[in-house]
């Protein structure tokens, strides 16, 4: 039976999307996946990898990361022109961005209310509107 396997629903959900489920990718999507919903840069996953003893270079953790951004497992969020984050909660929602820290914290998509957005440019559409709210320590 392959609910008992382990990896089977991650191997399900990697190929669903059209990806090959290889070695680096498992394990991956293990440690993005296994724990909730959370906010990760590449370089928190790469260590995480580190402390597990999985082999995995940073750059297939960035590869891994973008491709599974591109197949709709990730959101990358992007705080500042230095870093991503990638979000394992694509759904429709925002974030606080704690300055001291640098942490992400989901707000709920109701939450935040737009009364008007501009017109997209001819020939394009408003594909989805991320509202970051910076905060920092009183």
């Known amino acids: 039976m392959t609910a008992s396997r382990p990896y089977s629903q991650i191997i399900e959900r990697i190929r669903r999307v059209g990806l090959r489920p290889t070695r680096q990718r498992l394990a991956l999507a293990k440690l993005l996946f296994d724990s909730g919903d959370r906010h990760v840069t590449a370089e928190i996953l790469h260590g995480e990898t580190l402390r597990h003893g999985i082999s995995v270079s940073l750059a297939t953790v960035y590869n891994t990361l973008n491709q599974f951004t591109n197949a709709g497992l990730l959101h990358e969020i992007v705080v500042d022109g230095d870093r991503s984050h990638f979000d394992t909660n694509t759904s429709q929602h925002h974030h606080f961005y704690h300055t001291d820290s640098g942490r992400?914290?989901?707000?709920?998509?109701?939450?935040?209310?737009?009364?008007?957005?501009?017109?997209?440019?001819?020939?394009?559409?408003?594909?989805?509107?991320?509202?970051?709210?910076?905060?920092?320590?009183v």
């Open 104 to 137: 992400l914290q989901d707000i709920a998509g109701d939450d935040v209310v737009m009364e008007r957005l501009p017109a997209a440019p001819d020939g394009m559409e408003i594909e989805r509107v991320d509202v970051i709210v910076r905060i920092s320590p």
